[in-house]
C-alpha cells in the first residue's frame, strides 16, 4: 500500500489532525472555561430603602478574567432584532462599506456569544423604511456616515417618529443628521454644501438640538481620556469625541455616559459613547466614524462594545441608578462565591446579570440572565 | 541495534546534515522573539475559543481553516497541562505612545507560545526542503542540482521571514502542493489527491489548483486520441485523484463548514486590500484601495469566471500536453500563480510560498525559473519590512529581553510610519510601491516563464 516514504508523511499529519478533532469534539477531553450561577436572590426591606442581595458562584477550569456587571433596570426587554444599514446603491460618508459589513459580521458573532436570542441583518435603505414606518421595535445601527433621503430629508423624517415608538438607533459618523444622501450618488460627490444636506437642522430634527458644538475639524478634541464607571463596567474600548454630544446636554435629558470622556474645557466635554432617551426609545451615539479595522475604534472592537452595550442591560438602565460591577482573576479550578448588594429604587423592576470575560482572558466565559424584582425572599 | 546506529550515522554524514543543522539553529534562533504584532492577536484568541470549547471562528478569531487548529489543540493542551500560561501582556508604552485610531498591537504572547506556534511551522519548512531535495534527485541526475535547491530554500530570507519572523501557517500549503506535485509526478493519484485535500484544510487555496488538475488528469492525451487516449485509466486515475482531496474535507468537514460560513458571510463583503501582489500598486495609496473596495462587485465578477478560465485552460492543456509528467509539473505552478492572480480577498506576501516550493524544484529543470524565486524573494522580503518597519516584528524582542526597550521600539516605528515619502505621502507607501511593483512584474515573468517552458517542453516532444 505505501510504495513511497512521502505517503508516510501525509499518513503522519492525517493522524496527528484526527487525533486533534477527536481530543476537541469529545465529551471527555472537550474543555469548558468554567460556569456562573445564581445561587440565590434576597429582598430586604429596610425603614430607609429596600435592598436586594444577589449571591452567584464563578467556577473557572481555565484562567478567567472575568467580570460581574449586575444592572438595575427599569422595564424588562426583550433581545430585539438588530439591523446594520447597509447598502452600496448609497455613497458612505468618509468610511466605507467594508468597515460597515465587518462590523455586522462581529457583532452577530458577539452577540450570539452572549446568548442574545434575536439576529443581527444587514438592512438596505428601502427595508429600513419598512421598519420605520410599522414602527417595529428594534435596534438599527447606521454607521456609513449619513441618512439615506428615503428615511431623513427636508420632507421626510421617519427617524424620529420611529424612535419615539421604542426603537434603538445606534449612530456612527459626523453629527448625526447632517448629511443625506440619495441613491445612486458616489462618495466622492459628497460635499458640504449639498442642497439636500440638513447640516444643522438634522439634529435638530431628530430632537437633539444643542447637542452638539460646531466647530472646524481642526478645533475639534480627538480623544476622551476619562473612563467612565459603565465605560469601565463593561470595557468599552471606543473612545473618540470628534462629534459627539456634550455631557451636559446628555445628563440634562437623563441620558448615559457609556464611553469615555474629554474635551477641551467643563462646559464643552463630551462622551465617546451615550445612550440619548428619546419617547418610548434611544439613540445610541458614538463620537466620531468606524476606524480602520483592527484599531482600536475599529469595526472589530466596535462590536465588542455595542455587544456589551446590548446585552447588559444598560438600554433600560435609569440615569440615576448605579451598577454593580466586581472583577475577577480566577485561577485554574478555583470557585469565587460573591453576593452583590444593590438598592431597589422606585421604577425599578427588575436586573440584568450579565459576567463576560476580557478580550485577554484564557478561557472565554459568558453569562446573562434576568433576576426580577419579586424574586427572592 | 547495528541498523539503528548505522542509519544514525548515515543521518550525520549525509551531505545536507551540516546545512540541516545550521538551518535548525538559525530557525530556532528567530522562534521565540519575533511575529507580526496584529496577526498573533487573532492566533491567541482562537486558541482561547478552543480551549474554551468553541469553535475559533466564534467572533471571526481565525480565518484558517481548520488544520492550524487541530494540529495546534493537542499541542498547546499539553504543554498547558504542564503548567504553561498563555496569557496575553500588555504593553503599556503602546497604549501611551501611539495615537487613538492606530493599529492595535499592545497585547503580546510569552516566547513559549511563540515556539509552540512555530513548532509545526519548523517541521513543515524542514519537511519542504528534504522533499524538494528529493524531488530534484528524481528529476535531474545532476545530485549537486539537489543539494543546491535544498540550499536555496533552506537559507531563502523571504521563507525565512514568513514563517519565523511573520509566523505565518503559509508554508503547510506551500508544502502540501508540492508534495502533491511530487505524487503526481511518480503516478500516486491518491496520494496525490490526499496532498491537496491536507493543503486545503490549511487554507482553502490548494483545492483552487486541485480541480484544473483534476480536468487535465482526466482528459490527458485527448488529442491523440487513437494512440495514448485512453479514458478508462484516466478516469481511474480522476477518481482516485478525487477522492484523496475530498477524504480529509470530508473528516474534518464540521469545523470546516464552520469556516466556509464564516468566510461566506463575513469576509465575502470584504476585499480589504491591505496588501496583496497584484493589487500592491493599490495597496500603497489609500486613495486607490478606496477605489478599489468600491469595485469589490467587479473584482468578484472577475473571480467568478475563475473555474471557466480554468477548465478551459485545463482542457487545453490536456490537449498539447501528451503524457509528459514534467509538463503537469508546470501546469500545476501555472494554475498556482493564477490563482494568485485571481483570488478577490486580501492578498499578502506571504502567499508567495504557495508557489516558491514548487518554482525552486522546477528551476532545476527551466533554469529561468531562477528568475521568478529571486525576485519574489526579494519584493516578498522588502514588502514585508516596508509596510511598517522591520521594527514592527520586534515586540516580544523588546518586551522579554534587555536587547531593545518597548519605548524605543514604539517611537521607532511611529517615527517610521511618520517618514515623508518622494512619490507618495510616506515613505512606507513609495517602499509599498516599489516592491509591490516588483512582486507584480515577478508575477507577469513567472507566467510568461511557465508558458514558455511549457511550449518548450511540448516542441521536445515533438
Not at chain 2, 69 to 79: S, V
Request: with cysteine; glycine share 8%.
Amino acid at each position: 500500500m505505501i510504495s513511497n516514504r512521502w505517503q508516510y508523511a501525509v499518513a503522519a499529519v492525517l493522524i496527528i489532525l484526527l487525533v486533534g478533532e477527536v481530543l476537541w469534539y469529545a465529551p471527555i477531553t472537550k474543555s469548558k472555561p468554567g460556569s456562573f450561577k445564581i445561587l440565590g436572590v434576597v429582598r430586604t426591606s429596610a425603614e430607609a430603602e429596600n435592598t436586594v442581595s444577589i449571591t452567584y458562584q464563578l467556577f473557572a477550569s481555565l484562567p478567567l478574567d472575568a467580570t460581574v456587571v449586575i444592572t438595575p433596570i427599569g422595564e424588562f426587554s426583550q433581545d430585539l432584532p438588530v439591523y446594520v444599514f447597509y447598502d452600496t446603491d448609497y455613497p458612505t460618508v468618509a468610511t466605507d462599506w467594508t468597515f460597515v459589513a465587518m462590523l455586522q459580521a462581529h457583532l452577530n458573532a458577539e452577540l450570539r456569544l452572549r446568548g442574545y436570542s434575536n439576529e443581527t441583518k444587514l438592512a438596505n435603505a428601502a427595508e429600513l423604511e419598512d421598519i420605520f414606518i410599522r414602527k417595529e421595535p428594534a435596534v438599527v445601527i447606521m454607521a456609513s456616515g449619513a441618512f439615506p433621503s428615503n428615511l431623513l430629508s427636508k420632507e421626510t423624517n421617519l427617524v424620529k417618529p420611529w424612535v419615539d415608538a421604542g426603537g434603538v438607533l445606534v449612530w456612527f459618523g459626523f453629527y448625526i443628521g447632517y448629511y443625506i444622501v440619495e441613491k445612486g450618488m458616489k462618495s466622492q460627490d459628497i460635499t458640504d454644501n449639498m442642497t439636500q444636506n440638513l447640516r444643522e437642522d438634522g439634529s435638530r430634527e431628530l430632537g437633539l438640538d444643542g447637542f452638539f458644538e460646531y466647530l472646524e475639524m481642526k478645533d475639534q478634541p480627538t480623544v476622551a481620556t476619562y473612563p467612565s464607571p459603565i465605560s469601565d463596567a463593561l470595557q468599552i474600548n471606543y473612545d473618540l469625541i470628534q462629534q459627539a454630544p456634550l455631557l451636559d446636554m446628555v445628563w440634562a435629558k437623563n441620558g448615559l455616559v457609556l464611553g469615555k470622556t474629554g474635551g477641551e474645557n467643563p462646559s464643552g466635554f463630551r462622551s465617546s459613547v451615550s445612550i440619548i432617551p428619546m419617547g418610548v426609545g434611544k439613540i445610541v451615539i458614538f463620537g466620531f466614524f468606524l476606524m480602520e479595522s483592527l484599531t482600536l475604534n475599529g469595526p472589530e472592537l466596535a462590536a465588542w462594545d455595542l455587544a456589551q452595550i446590548l446585552c447588559s442591560g444598560v438600554l433600560q438602565m435609569k440615569s440615576d441608578s448605579v451598577q454593580y460591577c466586581q472583577s475577577y482573576s480566577l485561577t485554574e479550578q478555583e470557585t469565587k462565591n460573591d453576593t452583590a448588594l444593590l438598592t431597589l429604587k422606585p421604577g425599578i423592576t427588575g436586573f440584568v446579570v450579565f459576567e463576560y470575560t476580557s478580550q485577554r482572558s484564557n478561557g472565554v466565559l459568558f453569562h446573562r440572565d434576568f433576576v426580577s424584582e419579586g424574586e427572592g425572599s | 541495534m547495528k541498523r539503528s546506529i548505522s542509519l544514525i550515522r548515515r543521518l550525520f554524514t549525509h551531505e545536507l546534515s551540516g546545512f540541516l543543522i545550521l538551518g535548525l539553529l538559525l530557525r530556532i534562533v528567530l522562534m521565540p522573539y519575533f511575529i507580526w504584532p496584529y496577526d498573533i492577536g487573532a492566533y491567541q484568541s482562537a486558541l482561547a475559543y478552543l480551549m474554551s470549547g468553541n469553535d475559533p471562528y466564534a467572533v471571526h478569531a481565525s480565518i484558517y481553516p481548520p488544520f492550524v487548529h487541530f494540529i495546534t489543540y493537542p499541542l498547546f493542551r499539553l504543554a498547558y497541562q504542564l503548567g504553561v500560561s498563555f496569557d496575553f501582556h500588555s504593553i503599556q508604552e503602546v497604549l501611551t505612545g501611539t495615537r487613538s485610531g492606530e493599529l492595535v498591537a499592545n497585547l503580546q504572547v510569552s516566547p513559549l507560545f511563540l515556539i509552540l506556534w512555530k513548532v509545526p511551522l519548523l517541521c513543515f519548512d524542514l519537511l519542504t526542503g528534504i522533499l524538494i531535495y528529493c524531488f530534484v534527485k528524481s528529476l535531474v541526475p545532476d545530485s549537486k542540482m539537489a543539494k543546491r535547491c535544498f540550499l536555496i530554500w533552506l537559507f531563502n530570507p523571504f521563507t525565512l521571514a514568513v514563517s519565523y519572523l511573520n509566523g505565518s501557517y503559509d508554508i503547510v500549503v506551500g508544502f502540501f502542493i508540492l508534495l502533491g506535485a511530487f505524487f503526481l509526478f511518480k503516478g500516486n493519484y491518491f496520494s496525490a489527491g490526499l496532498s491537496f485535500g491536507l493543503g486545503t484544510l490549511a487554507k482553502t487555496s490548494p483545492i483552487f489548483v486541485a480541480i484544473p488538475l483534476s480536468i487535465i488528469v482526466l482528459f490527458t492525451g485527448l488529442r491523440n486520441s487513437f494512440h495514448s487516449f485512453d479514458l478508462r485509466t484516466n478516469a481511474g486515475r480522476f477518481l482516485k485523484f478525487a477522492v484523496g482531496c475530498i477524504v480529509p474535507i470530508v473528516f474534518f468537514a464540521p469545523l470546516f463548514i464552520e469556516y466556509a460560513n464564516l468566510m461566506y458571510s463575513g469576509i465575502s463583503k470584504e476585499v480589504s486590500i491591505l496588501g496583496g501582489l497584484n493589487q500592491w500598486f493599490f495597496a500603497a495609496d489609500q486613495n486607490r484601495s478606496y477605489l478599489l473596495n468600491q469595485h469589490i462587485g467587479v473584482i468578484q465578477t472577475v473571480f467568478s469566471y475563475y473555474p471557466a478560465i480554468c477548465f478551459a485552460l485545463a482542457l487545453f492543456l490536456s490537449w498539447i500536453l501528451e503524457l509528459k509528467r514534467e509538463s503537469a509539473l508546470l501546469s500545476i505552478a501555472l494554475f498556482t500563480g493564477l490563482m494568485y492572480l485571481f483570488l478577490p480577498i486580501t492578498l499578502q506576501p506571504q502567499y508567495l510560498l504557495w508557489i516558491m516550493p514548487l518554482l525552486v524544484v522546477l528551476s532545476c529543470r527551466w533554469r529561468s525559473l531562477i528568475w521568478s524565486i529571486g525576485i519574489f524573494s526579494v519584493a516578498g522580503f522588502f514588502f514585508y519590512m516596508s509596510l511598517q518597519g522591520p521594527q514592527t516584528f520586534l515586540y516580544p524582542l523588546a518586551m522579554y529581553t534587555r536587547l531593545y526597550s518597548p519605548q524605543e521600539l514604539i517611537s521607532n516605528i511611529v517615527s517610521y510610519q511618520n517618514s515623508q515619502g518622494i512619490i507618495s505621502q510616506y515613505l512606507r507607501q513609495d517602499l509599498s510601491i516599489i516592491f509591490g511593483g516588483i512582486g507584480f512584474l515577478g508575477q507577469i515573468v513567472t507566467m510568461a516563464l511557465l508558458i514558455r517552458n511549457m511550449r518548450r517542453t511540448k516542441n521536445d516532444i515533438e
